[in-house]
Protein backbone atom coordinates (compact mmCIF):
# COMPACT_ATOMS: atom_id res chain seq x y z
CA UNK A 1 0.00 0.00 0.00
CA UNK A 2 1.71 3.60 -0.67
CA UNK A 3 1.13 6.63 0.48
CA UNK A 4 -2.47 8.80 1.42
CA UNK A 5 -3.50 11.57 1.87
CA UNK A 6 -5.86 13.35 4.12
CA UNK A 7 -9.51 14.91 3.56
CA UNK A 8 -9.80 17.69 1.56
CA UNK A 9 -12.00 19.16 4.10
CA UNK A 10 -8.70 20.23 6.27
CA UNK A 11 -7.83 22.66 3.65
CA UNK A 12 -10.74 24.19 4.20
CA UNK A 13 -10.14 24.30 8.24
CA UNK A 14 -6.60 25.62 8.26
CA UNK A 15 -7.40 28.17 5.67
CA UNK A 16 -10.40 29.37 8.09
CA UNK A 17 -8.07 29.51 11.07
CA UNK A 18 -5.05 31.24 9.11
CA UNK A 19 -7.57 33.84 7.90
CA UNK A 20 -9.04 34.20 11.29
CA UNK A 21 -5.23 34.64 12.59
CA UNK A 22 -4.87 37.46 9.89
CA UNK A 23 -7.84 38.62 10.77
CA UNK A 24 -7.26 39.28 14.52
CA UNK A 25 -3.69 40.85 13.36
CA UNK A 26 -5.50 43.68 11.20
CA UNK A 27 -7.56 44.70 13.98
CA UNK A 28 -4.93 44.82 16.32
CA UNK A 29 -2.48 46.73 13.18
CA UNK A 30 -5.31 48.69 12.72
CA UNK A 31 -6.23 49.74 16.41
CA UNK A 32 -3.13 50.56 16.96
CA UNK A 33 -1.91 52.77 14.13
CA UNK A 34 -5.13 54.38 13.47
CA UNK A 35 -5.42 56.06 17.03
CA UNK A 36 -1.64 56.58 17.22
CA UNK A 37 -1.22 58.50 14.06
CA UNK A 38 -5.12 60.18 13.83
CA UNK A 39 -4.85 62.91 11.69
CA UNK A 40 -0.79 62.90 10.76
CA UNK A 41 0.72 62.68 7.64
CA UNK A 42 1.78 59.48 8.18
CA UNK A 43 -1.14 57.51 8.38
CA UNK A 44 -2.23 57.28 4.72
CA UNK A 45 1.47 55.16 3.57
CA UNK A 46 1.37 53.53 6.92
CA UNK A 47 -2.49 52.20 6.47
CA UNK A 48 -1.14 51.14 2.63
CA UNK A 49 2.13 49.49 3.81
CA UNK A 50 -0.14 47.34 6.80
CA UNK A 51 -3.04 46.30 4.25
CA UNK A 52 -0.41 45.64 1.90
CA UNK A 53 1.43 43.05 4.48
CA UNK A 54 -2.35 41.84 5.40
CA UNK A 55 -3.03 41.11 1.83
CA UNK A 56 -0.07 39.02 1.59
CA UNK A 57 -0.91 37.45 4.85
CA UNK A 58 -4.12 36.64 3.39
CA UNK A 59 -2.89 35.35 0.23
CA UNK A 60 -0.39 33.26 1.98
CA UNK A 61 -3.12 32.09 4.16
CA UNK A 62 -5.07 31.02 1.49
CA UNK A 63 -2.46 29.36 -0.90
CA UNK A 64 -0.21 27.45 2.33
CA UNK A 65 -2.47 24.96 3.09
CA UNK A 66 -3.60 23.99 0.29
CA UNK A 67 0.36 23.17 -0.34
CA UNK A 68 0.56 21.46 3.17
CA UNK A 69 -2.28 19.07 2.09
CA UNK A 70 -0.16 18.01 -0.88
CA UNK A 71 2.69 17.39 1.04
CA UNK A 72 0.95 15.57 3.69
CA UNK A 73 0.67 11.85 3.39
CA UNK A 74 0.56 8.93 5.58
CA UNK A 75 1.30 5.33 5.16
CA UNK A 76 0.11 2.24 7.38
CA UNK A 77 2.16 -1.07 6.68
CA UNK A 78 3.57 -3.85 9.20
CA UNK A 79 5.27 -2.22 10.61
CA UNK A 80 3.70 1.18 12.05
CA UNK A 81 2.39 4.22 10.37
CA UNK A 82 4.77 6.46 8.43
CA UNK A 83 3.81 10.28 8.21
CA UNK A 84 5.38 12.49 5.75
CA UNK A 85 4.94 16.25 6.07
CA UNK A 86 6.50 19.77 5.64
CA UNK A 87 6.51 22.61 2.58
CA UNK A 88 10.39 23.44 3.02
CA UNK A 89 11.62 21.36 5.32
CA UNK A 90 10.44 17.80 4.54
CA UNK A 91 9.89 15.21 7.58
CA UNK A 92 9.32 11.49 7.58
CA UNK A 93 8.02 10.03 10.89
CA UNK A 94 7.86 6.25 10.98
CA UNK A 95 6.10 5.53 14.37
CA UNK A 96 6.82 1.41 14.59
CA UNK A 97 3.05 0.02 16.16
CA UNK A 98 4.80 -1.56 19.10
CA UNK A 99 6.64 1.83 20.41
CA UNK A 100 2.39 3.74 20.37
CA UNK A 101 1.83 4.15 24.20
CA UNK A 102 -1.54 5.76 23.88
CA UNK A 103 -3.70 7.54 21.01
CA UNK A 104 -5.92 10.58 20.47
CA UNK A 105 -8.35 11.34 18.79
CA UNK A 106 -9.51 14.88 18.68
CA UNK A 107 -11.43 17.26 16.79
CA UNK A 108 -11.98 20.83 17.50
CA UNK A 109 -14.84 22.82 16.54
CA UNK A 110 -14.06 23.86 13.08
CA UNK A 111 -12.40 20.24 12.29
CA UNK A 112 -15.97 19.04 13.97
CA UNK A 113 -17.92 21.41 10.60
CA UNK A 114 -15.70 20.13 7.99
CA UNK A 115 -15.29 16.25 9.80
CA UNK A 116 -12.19 16.30 9.57
CA UNK A 117 -10.11 14.87 12.91
CA UNK A 118 -6.53 14.69 14.24
CA UNK A 119 -4.80 11.72 15.01
CA UNK A 120 -2.72 11.93 17.75
CA UNK A 121 0.55 9.19 18.55
CA UNK A 122 2.13 9.22 22.15
CA UNK A 123 5.33 7.10 22.32
CA UNK A 124 7.53 6.71 25.43
CA UNK A 125 10.41 8.61 23.77
CA UNK A 126 11.45 11.86 24.88
CA UNK A 127 12.22 14.32 21.83
CA UNK A 128 9.27 13.69 20.13
CA UNK A 129 6.51 12.20 21.97
CA UNK A 130 3.53 13.18 20.15
CA UNK A 131 3.49 12.36 16.36
CA UNK A 132 -0.34 13.90 15.30
CA UNK A 133 -1.76 13.12 11.50
CA UNK A 134 -4.40 15.91 11.19
CA UNK A 135 -6.78 16.05 8.94
CA UNK A 136 -8.08 12.88 8.68
CA UNK A 137 -11.89 12.02 7.83
CA UNK A 138 -13.45 11.03 11.08
CA UNK A 139 -13.95 7.54 9.96
CA UNK A 140 -10.85 6.70 8.84
CA UNK A 141 -9.24 8.20 11.96
CA UNK A 142 -11.07 5.75 13.56
CA UNK A 143 -10.46 2.94 11.60
CA UNK A 144 -6.64 3.65 11.65
CA UNK A 145 -6.08 4.20 15.22
CA UNK A 146 -7.74 0.28 15.25
CA UNK A 147 -5.62 -1.20 12.41
CA UNK A 148 -2.83 0.00 14.57
CA UNK A 149 -3.64 -0.68 18.03
CA UNK A 150 -5.33 -4.33 17.00
CA UNK A 151 -2.19 -5.38 15.10
CA UNK A 152 0.31 -4.81 17.53
CA UNK A 153 0.25 -4.91 21.50
CA UNK A 154 1.69 -2.30 23.05
CA UNK A 155 5.42 -3.23 24.36
CA UNK A 156 6.90 -1.18 27.22
CA UNK A 157 9.99 1.11 26.74
CA UNK B 1 2.00 -1.80 58.94
CA UNK B 2 -1.62 -2.19 59.85
CA UNK B 3 -4.88 -2.28 57.93
CA UNK B 4 -8.23 -0.26 58.20
CA UNK B 5 -11.07 -1.95 56.11
CA UNK B 6 -8.22 -3.25 53.94
CA UNK B 7 -6.40 -0.32 52.94
CA UNK B 8 -2.68 -0.45 54.23
CA UNK B 9 -1.94 2.21 56.72
CA UNK B 10 1.51 2.96 56.73
CA UNK B 11 3.22 2.85 60.51
CA UNK B 12 7.11 4.42 60.28
CA UNK B 13 7.70 7.74 60.55
CA UNK B 14 10.80 10.33 59.78
CA UNK B 15 14.28 10.68 61.42
CA UNK B 16 13.02 12.78 64.49
CA UNK B 17 15.59 15.41 63.58
CA UNK B 18 13.95 15.73 59.83
CA UNK B 19 12.73 19.50 60.60
CA UNK B 20 16.62 21.07 60.83
CA UNK B 21 16.60 20.36 57.18
CA UNK B 22 14.03 22.27 56.54
CA UNK B 23 15.56 25.35 57.99
CA UNK B 24 17.16 26.35 54.76
CA UNK B 25 13.59 27.05 53.36
CA UNK B 26 12.56 29.21 56.07
CA UNK B 27 15.76 31.07 55.05
CA UNK B 28 14.86 31.52 51.89
CA UNK B 29 11.86 33.13 52.65
CA UNK B 30 13.44 35.47 54.85
CA UNK B 31 16.11 36.12 52.29
CA UNK B 32 14.15 39.31 51.42
CA UNK B 33 13.47 40.72 54.16
CA UNK B 34 17.42 40.05 55.63
CA UNK B 35 18.59 41.57 52.04
CA UNK B 36 15.89 44.69 53.01
CA UNK B 37 17.88 44.67 57.03
CA UNK B 38 21.07 44.76 55.38
CA UNK B 39 20.07 47.67 52.77
CA UNK B 40 19.48 49.80 55.70
CA UNK B 41 15.60 49.29 56.69
CA UNK B 42 14.74 50.48 59.73
CA UNK B 43 14.53 47.47 62.64
CA UNK B 44 11.26 48.60 64.53
CA UNK B 45 8.35 46.55 63.00
CA UNK B 46 10.61 44.86 60.59
CA UNK B 47 12.06 42.24 63.20
CA UNK B 48 8.73 41.21 64.13
CA UNK B 49 7.18 40.42 60.67
CA UNK B 50 10.77 38.62 59.99
CA UNK B 51 10.35 36.28 63.32
CA UNK B 52 7.36 34.15 61.58
CA UNK B 53 8.66 34.05 57.80
CA UNK B 54 12.23 32.20 59.97
CA UNK B 55 9.93 30.00 61.77
CA UNK B 56 7.86 28.72 59.01
CA UNK B 57 10.52 26.35 57.55
CA UNK B 58 10.96 24.44 60.64
CA UNK B 59 7.04 24.65 61.59
CA UNK B 60 6.55 23.03 57.95
CA UNK B 61 9.21 20.61 58.65
CA UNK B 62 7.65 19.51 62.03
CA UNK B 63 4.40 19.48 60.59
CA UNK B 64 5.74 17.18 57.88
CA UNK B 65 8.04 15.04 60.21
CA UNK B 66 4.14 14.51 62.24
CA UNK B 67 2.08 13.78 59.32
CA UNK B 68 4.26 11.69 56.93
CA UNK B 69 4.46 7.99 57.29
CA UNK B 70 6.21 5.29 54.97
CA UNK B 71 5.79 1.51 54.82
CA UNK B 72 6.75 -1.45 52.58
CA UNK B 73 3.72 -2.65 51.91
CA UNK B 74 2.60 -6.01 50.22
CA UNK B 75 3.13 -4.99 46.42
CA UNK B 76 4.66 -1.71 46.67
CA UNK B 77 6.27 1.46 48.85
CA UNK B 78 3.21 2.90 50.73
CA UNK B 79 3.69 7.01 51.82
CA UNK B 80 1.18 8.82 53.56
CA UNK B 81 1.07 12.93 53.49
CA UNK B 82 -1.11 15.15 54.94
CA UNK B 83 -3.38 14.97 57.45
CA UNK B 84 -6.29 17.55 56.96
CA UNK B 85 -5.87 16.80 52.80
CA UNK B 86 -4.20 13.19 53.00
CA UNK B 87 -2.65 11.77 50.15
CA UNK B 88 -1.61 8.08 50.41
CA UNK B 89 0.74 6.83 47.57
CA UNK B 90 1.54 3.67 46.69
CA UNK B 91 4.45 2.52 44.05
CA UNK B 92 4.66 -0.52 42.89
CA UNK B 93 7.97 -2.44 43.71
CA UNK B 94 8.67 -3.78 40.21
CA UNK B 95 8.00 0.13 39.19
CA UNK B 96 11.15 1.26 41.75
CA UNK B 97 14.20 1.77 39.83
CA UNK B 98 16.17 3.68 41.98
CA UNK B 99 16.30 4.24 45.84
CA UNK B 100 19.31 6.94 46.00
CA UNK B 101 20.32 8.93 49.10
CA UNK B 102 22.21 11.97 48.89
CA UNK B 103 23.94 13.64 52.33
CA UNK B 104 25.48 16.76 52.32
CA UNK B 105 27.92 17.56 55.45
CA UNK B 106 24.97 18.21 57.90
CA UNK B 107 23.15 14.95 56.82
CA UNK B 108 26.47 13.59 57.96
CA UNK B 109 27.16 14.66 60.95
CA UNK B 110 23.35 13.84 62.42
CA UNK B 111 23.85 10.44 60.46
CA UNK B 112 20.80 10.71 58.13
CA UNK B 113 20.03 10.29 54.35
CA UNK B 114 17.47 11.97 52.04
CA UNK B 115 16.50 8.97 50.36
CA UNK B 116 14.78 9.77 46.27
CA UNK B 117 12.71 7.35 45.01
CA UNK B 118 12.53 7.24 41.50
CA UNK B 119 10.23 5.39 38.90
CA UNK B 120 10.83 4.98 35.39
CA UNK B 121 7.88 7.26 34.73
CA UNK B 122 9.84 10.14 34.45
CA UNK B 123 9.36 13.63 35.81
CA UNK B 124 12.15 13.50 38.63
CA UNK B 125 11.89 11.77 41.72
CA UNK B 126 8.75 10.22 42.70
CA UNK B 127 8.67 10.53 46.65
CA UNK B 128 11.70 11.61 49.18
CA UNK B 129 12.26 10.76 51.98
CA UNK B 130 13.21 13.80 54.08
CA UNK B 131 15.10 12.44 56.07
CA UNK B 132 15.85 8.84 57.37
CA UNK B 133 18.47 7.65 59.60
CA UNK B 134 21.26 5.51 57.84
CA UNK B 135 20.18 2.12 59.16
CA UNK B 136 16.37 3.28 58.27
CA UNK B 137 17.34 3.65 54.84
CA UNK B 138 19.19 0.73 54.94
CA UNK B 139 16.53 -1.31 55.64
CA UNK B 140 14.22 0.72 53.13
CA UNK B 141 16.40 -0.03 50.72
CA UNK B 142 16.92 -3.94 51.64
CA UNK B 143 12.94 -4.41 51.82
CA UNK B 144 12.28 -2.74 48.73
CA UNK B 145 14.61 -4.52 46.82
CA UNK B 146 14.63 -7.42 48.38
CA UNK B 147 10.94 -7.67 47.87
CA UNK B 148 11.26 -6.32 43.73
CA UNK B 149 13.46 -9.32 43.56
CA UNK B 150 11.18 -11.98 45.02
CA UNK B 151 8.43 -10.22 42.56
CA UNK B 152 11.50 -10.64 39.25
CA UNK B 153 12.15 -13.61 40.74
CA UNK B 154 8.02 -14.96 40.40
CA UNK B 155 7.73 -13.35 36.95
CA UNK B 156 11.12 -14.83 35.93
CA UNK B 157 9.96 -18.38 37.32
CA UNK B 158 6.90 -18.69 34.92
CA UNK B 159 9.28 -17.08 32.23
CA UNK B 160 11.48 -20.36 32.87
CA UNK B 161 14.74 -17.95 33.56
CA UNK B 162 16.53 -17.74 36.76
CA UNK B 163 17.22 -13.94 38.20
CA UNK B 164 20.64 -13.00 38.17
CA UNK B 165 22.83 -13.27 41.03
CA UNK B 166 23.81 -10.20 42.96
CA UNK B 167 27.31 -10.10 43.13
CA UNK B 168 29.21 -6.85 43.42
CA UNK B 169 32.53 -6.40 40.77
CA UNK B 170 34.13 -2.86 41.03
CA UNK B 171 34.28 -1.92 37.24
CA UNK B 172 36.07 1.66 37.51
CA UNK B 173 37.72 3.63 40.45
CA UNK B 174 38.89 6.59 40.14
CA UNK B 175 42.29 7.64 41.90
CA UNK B 176 43.41 11.50 42.66
CA UNK B 177 45.57 10.96 39.66
CA UNK B 178 42.78 10.58 37.43
CA UNK B 179 41.09 12.94 39.44
CA UNK B 180 43.35 16.00 38.44
CA UNK B 181 43.38 15.26 35.38
CA UNK B 182 39.83 15.63 34.83
CA UNK B 183 39.72 19.00 36.49
CA UNK B 184 42.73 19.63 33.89
CA UNK B 185 40.62 18.91 31.13
CA UNK B 186 37.39 20.59 32.03
CA UNK B 187 36.75 24.02 30.80
CA UNK B 188 33.55 24.84 32.09
CA UNK B 189 35.06 26.88 35.37
CA UNK B 190 37.51 28.56 32.83
CA UNK B 191 34.64 30.24 31.11
CA UNK B 192 32.90 31.66 34.38
CA UNK B 193 36.24 32.60 36.12
CA UNK B 194 36.55 34.88 32.91
CA UNK B 195 33.39 36.43 33.09
CA UNK B 196 33.36 37.35 36.80
CA UNK B 197 37.13 38.58 36.21
CA UNK B 198 35.49 40.79 33.50
CA UNK B 199 32.44 42.13 34.95
CA UNK B 200 35.03 42.83 38.20
CA UNK B 201 37.33 45.25 36.01
CA UNK B 202 34.22 46.44 34.36
CA UNK B 203 33.03 47.64 38.34
CA UNK B 204 36.73 48.21 39.96
CA UNK B 205 37.19 50.49 36.87
CA UNK B 206 40.76 51.18 35.64
CA UNK B 207 41.35 53.56 38.26
CA UNK B 208 41.97 51.24 41.00
CA UNK B 209 43.88 49.46 39.19
CA UNK B 210 45.93 52.61 38.43
CA UNK B 211 45.92 52.91 42.52
CA UNK B 212 47.09 49.35 43.22
CA UNK B 213 49.72 49.03 40.53
CA UNK B 214 50.46 52.73 40.54
CA UNK B 215 53.40 52.81 43.01
CA UNK B 216 55.38 50.25 41.56
CA UNK B 217 54.61 52.10 38.10
CA UNK B 218 55.83 55.33 39.64
CA UNK B 219 59.39 53.28 40.96
CA UNK B 220 59.79 52.63 37.07
CA UNK B 221 58.99 56.29 36.55
CA UNK B 222 55.73 56.04 34.71
CA UNK B 223 52.59 58.11 35.91
CA UNK B 224 49.69 55.93 34.24
CA UNK B 225 49.18 52.62 32.75
CA UNK B 226 48.75 54.49 29.36
CA UNK B 227 52.71 55.25 29.07
CA UNK B 228 53.55 51.33 29.15
CA UNK B 229 55.26 50.47 26.44
CA UNK B 230 53.68 48.04 24.04
CA UNK B 231 55.41 45.16 24.89
CA UNK B 232 54.86 45.84 28.34
CA UNK B 233 51.06 45.97 27.39
CA UNK B 234 50.77 42.48 25.92
CA UNK B 235 53.23 40.97 28.60
CA UNK B 236 50.18 42.40 31.15
CA UNK B 237 47.88 40.87 28.71
CA UNK B 238 49.48 37.88 28.22
CA UNK B 239 50.27 37.13 31.49
CA UNK B 240 46.56 37.68 32.94
CA UNK B 241 45.48 35.57 30.27
CA UNK B 242 47.95 32.84 31.98
CA UNK B 243 46.62 33.58 35.29
CA UNK B 244 43.15 32.72 34.82
CA UNK B 245 43.81 30.09 33.36
CA UNK B 246 45.95 28.44 36.13
CA UNK B 247 43.32 29.93 38.48
CA UNK B 248 40.35 28.16 36.69
CA UNK B 249 42.54 24.64 36.16
CA UNK B 250 43.26 24.48 39.69
CA UNK B 251 39.80 25.87 40.31
CA UNK B 252 38.58 22.88 38.93
CA UNK B 253 41.20 20.32 39.83
CA UNK B 254 39.65 21.38 42.92
CA UNK B 255 35.98 20.60 42.56
CA UNK B 256 36.81 17.34 40.79
CA UNK B 257 38.99 16.59 43.90
CA UNK B 258 35.67 17.31 45.78
CA UNK B 259 32.73 16.13 44.00
CA UNK B 260 34.22 12.97 42.35
CA UNK B 261 36.78 12.02 45.54
CA UNK B 262 36.88 7.81 45.92
CA UNK B 263 34.75 7.12 43.02
CA UNK B 264 33.46 4.10 42.64
CA UNK B 265 31.87 2.01 39.96
CA UNK B 266 30.42 -1.37 40.59
CA UNK B 267 28.21 -3.49 39.23
CA UNK B 268 25.64 -5.51 41.34
CA UNK B 269 23.59 -7.89 39.17
CA UNK B 270 21.20 -5.47 36.86
CA UNK B 271 22.46 -2.19 38.45
CA UNK B 272 25.29 -0.17 37.95
CA UNK B 273 26.14 1.65 41.33
CA UNK B 274 28.42 4.78 41.20
CA UNK B 275 29.03 6.17 44.33
CA UNK B 276 31.42 9.81 45.04
CA UNK B 277 32.16 12.77 46.51
CA UNK B 278 34.06 13.93 49.76
CA UNK B 279 31.55 16.47 51.57
CA UNK B 280 28.34 15.59 50.07
CA UNK B 281 28.15 11.95 49.17
CA UNK B 282 26.58 10.44 45.76
CA UNK B 283 25.07 6.96 45.76
CA UNK B 284 23.78 6.62 42.46
CA UNK B 285 21.83 3.72 40.76
CA UNK B 286 21.83 3.34 37.18
CA UNK B 287 19.67 0.26 36.26
CA UNK B 288 20.59 -1.39 32.90
CA UNK B 289 17.39 -1.99 31.74
CA UNK B 290 16.83 2.09 31.74
CA UNK B 291 19.91 2.65 29.49
CA UNK B 292 18.90 4.02 26.44
CA UNK B 293 21.89 5.66 24.71
CA UNK B 294 25.60 5.79 25.99
CA UNK B 295 27.50 8.95 24.71
CA UNK B 296 31.41 8.79 24.68
CA UNK B 297 33.11 12.63 24.61
CA UNK B 298 36.77 13.15 23.38
CA UNK B 299 37.82 16.80 23.66
CA UNK B 300 41.34 17.47 22.63
CA UNK B 301 42.49 17.85 25.90
CA UNK B 302 40.57 14.57 26.61
CA UNK B 303 42.92 12.84 23.52
CA UNK B 304 46.14 14.65 25.41
CA UNK B 305 45.55 12.85 27.91
CA UNK B 306 44.20 9.56 26.60
CA UNK B 307 41.13 9.51 28.44
CA UNK B 308 37.50 10.02 27.12
CA UNK B 309 34.31 10.69 29.27
CA UNK B 310 31.29 8.00 29.53
CA UNK B 311 27.83 9.38 29.87
CA UNK B 312 24.48 7.61 29.75
CA UNK B 313 20.88 8.86 29.31
CA UNK B 314 18.42 7.01 31.43
CA UNK B 315 14.50 6.62 30.18
CA UNK B 316 12.38 8.69 32.20
CA UNK B 317 15.38 11.04 33.51
CA UNK B 318 14.39 13.94 31.37
CA UNK B 319 12.45 15.63 34.06
CA UNK B 320 15.72 15.36 36.68
CA UNK B 321 15.63 18.43 38.64
CA UNK B 322 19.60 17.89 39.11
CA UNK B 323 20.68 17.83 35.92
CA UNK B 324 17.48 18.58 33.77
CA UNK B 325 18.77 16.38 31.11
CA UNK B 326 18.40 12.95 32.33
CA UNK B 327 22.25 12.10 31.69
CA UNK B 328 24.52 10.30 34.03
CA UNK B 329 27.71 10.11 34.05
CA UNK B 330 28.70 6.26 33.60
CA UNK B 331 32.30 7.87 33.88
CA UNK B 332 33.35 11.56 34.15
CA UNK B 333 36.63 10.20 32.79
CA UNK B 334 38.36 6.75 32.08
CA UNK B 335 41.23 5.74 30.02
CA UNK B 336 40.16 5.30 26.25
CA UNK B 337 41.19 1.40 26.04
CA UNK B 338 39.11 0.98 28.85
CA UNK B 339 35.51 2.78 27.14
CA UNK B 340 34.94 0.05 24.80
CA UNK B 341 34.61 -2.14 27.79
CA UNK B 342 32.44 -0.15 30.38
CA UNK B 343 30.14 0.35 27.29
CA UNK B 344 29.69 -3.29 27.13
CA UNK B 345 28.80 -3.47 30.63
CA UNK B 346 26.20 -0.46 30.22
CA UNK B 347 24.45 -2.56 27.17
CA UNK B 348 25.02 -5.93 27.90
CA UNK B 349 24.06 -8.75 25.67
CA UNK B 350 24.40 -7.01 22.78
CA UNK B 351 26.99 -7.43 20.23
CA UNK B 352 29.22 -4.90 19.45
CA UNK B 353 31.61 -7.01 17.49
CA UNK B 354 33.26 -5.05 14.80
CA UNK B 355 31.08 -2.59 13.86
CA UNK B 356 31.68 -1.89 9.95
CA UNK B 357 31.74 2.08 9.66
CA UNK B 358 29.81 3.79 6.94
CA UNK B 359 31.16 7.29 5.64
CA UNK B 360 28.41 10.52 5.05
CA UNK B 361 27.33 11.23 1.72
CA UNK B 362 30.49 11.94 -0.51
CA UNK B 363 29.42 15.43 -1.40
CA UNK B 364 29.69 16.59 3.06
CA UNK B 365 33.22 17.47 2.14
CA UNK B 366 32.27 20.00 -0.64
CA UNK B 367 29.14 20.62 1.12
CA UNK B 368 30.32 21.53 4.50
CA UNK B 369 33.37 23.91 2.65
CA UNK B 370 30.90 25.86 0.83
CA UNK B 371 28.61 26.16 4.13
CA UNK B 372 32.10 27.46 6.13
CA UNK B 373 33.25 29.92 2.86
CA UNK B 374 29.47 31.51 2.88
CA UNK B 375 29.50 31.80 7.04
CA UNK B 376 32.96 33.63 6.74
CA UNK B 377 31.96 35.64 3.81
CA UNK B 378 29.11 37.24 5.87
CA UNK B 379 30.50 37.99 9.05
CA UNK B 380 34.16 39.21 8.30
CA UNK B 381 33.23 40.51 4.82
CA UNK B 382 30.55 43.94 5.94
CA UNK B 383 33.87 44.99 8.89
CA UNK B 384 36.45 44.35 6.29
CA UNK B 385 34.89 46.46 3.99
CA UNK B 386 34.02 49.28 6.30
CA UNK B 387 37.31 49.20 7.70
CA UNK B 388 40.15 49.04 4.80
CA UNK B 389 37.47 49.21 1.71
CA UNK B 390 38.09 47.18 -1.50
CA UNK B 391 40.83 46.03 -0.83
CA UNK B 392 39.09 44.06 2.18
CA UNK B 393 38.11 41.56 -0.14
CA UNK B 394 41.36 40.17 0.44
CA UNK B 395 40.14 38.57 3.89
CA UNK B 396 37.80 36.32 1.67
CA UNK B 397 40.28 33.77 0.22
CA UNK B 398 41.75 33.64 4.23
CA UNK B 399 38.96 31.09 5.06
CA UNK B 400 39.17 28.91 2.27
CA UNK B 401 42.06 26.76 4.19
CA UNK B 402 39.68 26.84 7.54
CA UNK B 403 36.78 25.63 5.67
CA UNK B 404 38.64 23.14 3.40
CA UNK B 405 40.49 22.04 6.25
CA UNK B 406 36.70 21.68 8.33
CA UNK B 407 34.96 20.10 5.26
CA UNK B 408 37.41 17.29 4.81
CA UNK B 409 38.45 16.25 8.58
CA UNK B 410 34.46 16.13 9.63
CA UNK B 411 33.52 14.37 6.56
CA UNK B 412 36.54 11.67 7.47
CA UNK B 413 35.64 11.42 11.00
CA UNK B 414 31.96 11.20 10.96
CA UNK B 415 30.77 8.02 10.44
CA UNK B 416 28.26 5.62 11.76
CA UNK B 417 27.91 1.75 11.78
CA UNK B 418 24.86 -0.40 12.30
CA UNK B 419 25.72 -4.10 13.80
CA UNK B 420 22.73 -6.94 14.39
CA UNK B 421 21.84 -5.08 18.00
CA UNK B 422 23.10 -1.16 18.01
CA UNK B 423 23.49 1.91 15.87
CA UNK B 424 27.00 3.68 16.29
CA UNK B 425 27.55 7.18 15.04
CA UNK B 426 30.42 9.00 15.62
CA UNK B 427 30.60 12.80 14.86
CA UNK B 428 33.31 15.50 14.60
CA UNK B 429 36.41 16.11 14.73
CA UNK B 430 38.01 18.91 17.10
CA UNK B 431 35.08 16.98 19.85
CA UNK B 432 34.67 13.59 18.97
CA UNK B 433 31.26 12.41 20.03
CA UNK B 434 30.21 8.46 19.80
CA UNK B 435 26.51 7.19 20.03
CA UNK B 436 26.04 3.96 21.29
CA UNK B 437 21.96 3.20 20.63
CA UNK B 438 20.60 -0.34 20.90
CA UNK B 439 18.59 -0.72 18.10
CA UNK B 440 15.35 -2.01 20.31
CA UNK B 441 15.32 1.62 22.68
CA UNK B 442 14.44 3.38 19.31
CA UNK B 443 10.90 5.08 19.30
CA UNK B 444 10.60 6.79 16.16
CA UNK B 445 12.43 7.65 13.10
CA UNK B 446 12.80 10.93 11.88
CA UNK B 447 13.96 11.70 8.38
CA UNK B 448 14.19 15.17 7.71
CA UNK B 449 14.98 17.29 4.18
CA UNK B 450 15.96 20.70 4.30
CA UNK B 451 16.06 22.69 1.28
CA UNK B 452 19.79 22.52 1.76
CA UNK B 453 19.09 18.63 1.63
CA UNK B 454 17.18 18.90 -1.26
CA UNK B 455 19.98 20.62 -3.51
CA UNK B 456 22.46 18.08 -2.23
CA UNK B 457 20.42 15.10 -2.70
CA UNK B 458 21.46 14.36 0.96
CA UNK B 459 18.49 13.38 4.34
CA UNK B 460 19.40 13.79 8.15
CA UNK B 461 18.46 10.44 10.34
CA UNK B 462 17.31 11.49 13.96
CA UNK B 463 16.18 8.60 16.76
CA UNK B 464 14.38 9.23 19.34
CA UNK B 465 14.61 7.25 22.51
CA UNK B 466 12.96 7.27 25.85
CA UNK B 467 16.29 8.96 27.73
CA UNK B 468 18.02 12.07 27.03
CA UNK B 469 16.17 14.74 25.21
CA UNK B 470 18.83 17.82 25.25
CA UNK B 471 19.84 19.09 22.08
CA UNK B 472 23.36 18.22 22.49
CA UNK B 473 22.72 14.63 23.00
CA UNK B 474 20.15 14.08 20.25
CA UNK B 475 20.96 11.02 17.83
CA UNK B 476 21.15 12.53 14.41
CA UNK B 477 22.74 11.19 11.50
CA UNK B 478 22.95 14.33 9.26
CA UNK B 479 24.82 14.68 5.81
CA UNK B 480 23.23 10.98 4.49
CA UNK B 481 22.64 10.01 1.04
CA UNK B 482 19.09 9.91 0.61
CA UNK B 483 18.85 6.58 0.04
CA UNK B 484 20.93 5.50 2.41
CA UNK B 485 19.05 7.01 4.76
CA UNK B 486 16.07 5.69 3.21
CA UNK B 487 17.51 2.00 3.67
CA UNK B 488 18.59 3.09 7.32
CA UNK B 489 15.28 4.00 8.19
CA UNK B 490 13.76 0.87 7.26
CA UNK B 491 16.45 -1.34 8.78
CA UNK B 492 15.63 0.64 12.31
CA UNK B 493 11.95 -0.34 12.81
Known amino acids: ?157 | MRYEDGHPIPEQRLHPLSWVFYLSGGLGAALPALAALALGAEWGGGLWALLPLILIGPLAGLWHQWVYRYDTGPDGLVIREGLIFRNLRQIDYRRIENLDTRRNPLHRLLGVADVKVETSSGGGAEATLRVLSLAQAARLSEAVFARRRALEADAGAEAGDAPPAAETEVLLRLPPGELIRMGLIDNRNLFWLGAVLGSLIQVLGVDLLERLVGPALRDAGLRYVSELGLMLKVLLVVGTVIGVLLVGKALSVLSALVRYHGYVLEQAGGDLRARHGLFTRHAVTLRLARVQVVHQLATPLHRLFGRVALQVDLAGGAGDTDRGDGARPLAPICPADRAPALIDRALPGLARREPQWRPLSARTRYRLTRLWLWCWALLSLPPALWWWGWPGLAVLPAGLPVALLHGHLYARYTRWALTPDLLLFHRGWLWRRLAVVPRNRIQTVRLTRSPFDRRYRMTALEVDTAGGGLTKRRVRLGYLDRDVAARLARALV
Request: hydrophobic residues 50%.
Open chain 1, 1 to 157: MGFQSVDRGTVAVWRLQALAGVAVAALVMVGVTVPLLAGGAWLGPVLALVGGLLAVAAGLALWLPAKAHARLRYRLDEHGLTIEHGILWRHRIIVPRVRVQHSDISQGPLQRAFGVATLRLYTAGSRFTVNSLPGLADDRARALRRQLLDEGDGDAV
